[in-house]
């Protein structure tokens, strides 16, 4: 069977972002997976804040609302306490999601909206030029911390973990083989699944991963995770993670005996995953899953069960349950 | 003092105020007393007017927590100027009250609460019941503490979980002394605590002794039981209704009308919150009620809701509404039906968040970045929200534009007794899905934004049911395609379209008519919002005493009714009266200035609504400085 063509979900619209921008592939692996998931056009939704990355709803053939600033999460939630049935994809950025957005995003992750995050991390403010961001390393220089910036970098991932996310995953942008089974588990997934996704930002912040995505130190630096396989990495896969008793940390080992397997449904071991960064190798994959209930279903299920009073009968309803003003005051 | 002269004396209207402590459930007294007021078919307007804390310092002035309600055979309009009862539950209470009540008031105290800890802390050097700091007034001092604990030693409950029950004594005692049913507050005692058996027979028990204590030879003959001459009613049901209530059956109704779901998105915030409340519990089906992260969130999941096909729904107070202001305007840019409610309150900033004021209006009407004009309406009275609810989601469905609906605080928590709204007599809402309809499939991007020619209207199109995939956003986009645009030429089309969609509201309104009085009055008094009734009282009453008065109450304050500007020019002289310091004078001001020079205004910004008397007091004023 011939693969779909992902070109069949993009716009006629000009991709304008900066040549070379690893935006570029991001879109590809999306336009790949809707395809190959059989996703319909006319029930999909794209919602974006603002930003880089949020300019992606115009060019993908489905419905798109590019929003504000930090509030997509929001609206989608909206789109699916309208509609449940909706395939809903919520494209973010670091600024976006993780500063002006981080309450909604958090929010999002602990009601477990069944819908898909893409959190495209580039650690700056791309659109806005450069400044640094809240997943910039300390020291980092910008337009606005010529003298380095301050403040420790927000970790995505385990500011998903933390916030009760479900369905955890990490990529990488040019990962034209890796990224898109992410997306299609991610879209597999019943409830939210936050999937971060480093990107290069070629004008900005070029090569900030290379030390990790870099083909060369590839083997090194990243460490592919699988649920049910050992936690393997480097050449020929020679060595592993196992946990120092002592330090209750993930330390490189290699007598292969003591590796972990990975289990996706282990929180605890997602949150070690999820903060590793070099020197050790960083986790990509599926770092946590588990299934749990979603808010829009119950939400639905519960509207559903209810019996529509005519409004006759709401308009008679006796005022019987103003017991909420038992208590005088209101708080602010 | 005498005891022998005890009386509610007899008169068209009385207004009963209860003040106690935060936590001596004032507003549970004065919303069954109100109840059963509205049960034997008087008119009725209330007032709750209570702190911020939730329980503040028990004893103090500042925690004093107050209900007023005024009744009467008909035609009452607000909650009175100044009560002729006053019970007050406590010395803190009762030197808070004071200054509100009027001359020879009838004034109910728990004696037991006059010791000298108490009356400390309500900072009086002597007993107000012995000496003559009370002079003037009728003062019955009852054991109302002592009574209730008699009343409830069967059931052998704790003495501070046994005073709990005096307001019960008290309503069982006013409810006597007024001639009013006990069935209402029976059946709510017995619906409210069935899961608590001990307590339902202790509040009966309560209600019951202060009932028979009033009904008794030693109370019959200083308290003389008390009738009012009933209502003529028009044959029809009523029922008492609070602001918040009707605004949930508006919406309620809204989805019936316009045949779609709503999505009621909010974030805690006094006093909007009655509403939350009101409509979590009302469990409509068709009225989804979700409490988001914060203000900003609830905007938007409205705005996500609209866009998904139901109608978006969030409801805030002014902080609130100022945070939400940027997803107004997202609302704006991508043409969404929106309704926001406003319940305001006294600010600026936090404010004072249990006290009412129409300050507001300026911020609903101009309050955004960029030229960005949404329609702005306001109700008039708890029971005119429900038809405020439907006036406002008409003009969103049917123009695709957020509007806001302007209540207040004062409004959402006051109550009046009213006609059950006849809905079926009211006409269908027509929404622009039928717009979205009418286009074909995989119709190309140009068509999906091809405008209504009467009110320039967008068709809805939602995902899901149409193949009319497209996008939208807060970026400017192309006014035929709905492309991205940065078009000098284009942007300019699109502001002009965008200031003409909202102008032409005004085409699908109706004319705003007199209020009362005739167009060749010699002063009109204007107003908008929660002032109606206390403005009504007051003009009808200078009427009477044979003033060349007129009143008119504006609904639509962005854009005006058609005529509006004819309605007002009628009038030499233009009070415009407002809990602010003049914002529909300056809307009125700039949009139809050949009445400028006629307008004068009469602005209170305390916290409470006006009393009939002050707005009496300003239209004496015009005439005397004429």
Known sequence: MNKPDYKTFATDREVRWCP??????????????????????????????????????????????????????????????????????VVTGDGDGMSIGGNHLLHLLRRNIDLNVLLLNNETYGLTKGQVSPTSRTGTRSP???????????????????????????????????LPSLLQEAKAHSGTSFVEILQNCIVYNKDVFAPVTDKRSAQEQQIRIEHGKPLLFGAELKKGLRLNPQTLALEVTDNLEDVLVHDETNATLAALLARLSPPMPMAFGIIHRRREATFDGAFHARQKAREAPSLDSLARRAIIHDHRQASDGEST | MTTTSH??????????RFAGDSGDGMQLSGHHFTNSVGYAGFDLGTLQDFPAEIRAPAGSTYGVSAFQVQFGAADVHTPGDSPDVLVAFNPAALKVSLPLIEPGALIIVDEATFNDRQLKKAGFDDNPLHGKALAGFDVYPIDITGQTLQALKPFEMKRPDAIRSRNFFVLGFLLWTFGLPREPLADWIRDRFKSRPQILKANTAAVNAGHAFADTAEVAHVFERQTIAEMPLEAAEYRTIRGAEAVALGLSAVSRLANIDLLFCSYPITPA?????????????????????????????????????????????????ALKTEAMGLG?????????????????????????????????VHGRNGDTPLPVVAARSPADCFHAVIDASRIALRHMTPVILLIDGYLASAAEFSRLPEIDNLPPIWTSKRLADALPDRAEQDKIFKRDADSLARPWAIPGTHKLMYRIGGLETDIDSGHISYDAANHQAKTMLRHDKIQRVTDFLPTEALVQGESDSQLLVLGWGSTYGAIFEAVRAEINSGRSVAQAHLRFLHPFAPETEDLLANFERILIAEINVGQLATLVRSESPCVAS??????????????????????GDMFANE
Not at chain 1, 157 to 167: E, N, P, R, V, Y
């Open chain 1, 20 to 89: 070379g921008c690893g935006d570029y592939s991001i879109l590809k692996s999306v336009l790949q997976t809707l395809a190959e998931t059989g996703s319909t056009p006319e029930n999909t939704v794209f919602v974006s804040g603002i930003g880089c990355a949020s300019r992606m709803p115009y060019y993908v053939e489905t419905y798109g609302f590019h929003t504000i600033h930090g509030r997509a999460p929001a609206v989608a939630t909206g789109v699916k306490l309208a509609n449940p049935a909706l395939e809903v994809w």
């Open chain 1, 144 to 178: 606005s911390t010529p003298d380095g910036s301050l403040a420790n970098p927000a970790a995505p991932c385990i500011f998903a973990l933390g916030s009760g996310a479900t369905f955890v995953a990490r990529g990488i942008d040019v990962d034209q083989k890796g």
């Open chain 2, 7 to 16: 009386r509610v004396k007899t008169r068209d209207y009385h207004v009963v």
């Open chain 2, 273 to 321: 919150s009655a509403i939350l409340h009101e409509l979590a519990n009302t469990k409509d089906p068709q009225v989804g009620v979700f409490q988001a992260e914060d203000e900003i969130a609830s905007c938007c999941a409205a705005i996500g809701a609209s866009y998904a096909g139901t109608l978006g729904v969030t409801s805030s107070s002014g902080p609130g509404i």
């Open chain 2, 332 to 364: 704006i840019a991508s043409e969404l039906p929106l309704l926001i409610i406003d319940s305001q309150r006294a600010g600026p900033s936090t404010g004072l968040p249990t006290k009412t004021e129409q300050s507001d209006l300026l911020q609903a």
């Open chain 2, 598 to 619: 006629r307008i004068a205004q009469y602005n209170k910004v305390s916290g409470l609504p006006f009393k009939v008397q002050e707005i009496r007091d300003a239209i």
